[in-house]
């Protein structure tokens, strides 16, 4: 199980930290990803960190202002997003798989779990 929390409403150039925590599983072998999706639009890749840590990938509209990591002790995956836009709006999603390929890893398809949604609001 996924569970995520630390959405907000915050003005723009705020920041918010997310947090993923991860039951049933370990965040060391898993491939674990942030997704996001604004009210009309298609599920968005946000970022995601292989497991291991090593291979860190983002959106190329987030690099810079986001940055994904993880606490293997912990078993908790985070999403540090800074400088925040409006555009950022989105209910945010963190998900995990135990098998994902690095042509994949940008694929929604590729994750076999997902935590519930957490709420960001990003004001003008």
């Known amino acids: 199980q996924l569970q995520a929390c630390g959405g907000g409403l915050v003005q723009a150039g705020a920041s918010l930290r997310l947090s993923c925590a991860v039951s049933?599983?370990?965040?060391?072998?898993?491939?674990t990803g942030w997704f996001r999706q604004a009210p009309g639009k298609e599920r968005e890749f946000v970022a995601a960190?292989?497991?291991?840590?090593?291979?860190?990938h983002y959106l190329d509209s987030v690099k810079g202002r986001f940055t994904v990591s993880k606490d293997n002790a912990e078993n908790t995956v985070y999403l540090q997003m800074d400088s925040l836009k409006p555009e950022d709006s989105a209910a945010y999603h963190c998900?995990?798989?135990?098998?994902?390929?690095?042509?994949?890893?940008?694929?929604?398809?590729?994750?076999?779990?997902w935590g519930q949604g957490t709420l960001v609001t990003v004001s003008s």
């Open positions: 998900a995990a798989g135990a098998g994902v390929i690095l042509s994949s890893l940008r694929s929604a398809s590729a994750y076999n779990y």
């Open positions: 960190i292989r497991r291991g840590g090593a291979s860190i």
């Open positions: 049933g599983g370990t965040v060391r072998t898993l491939t």
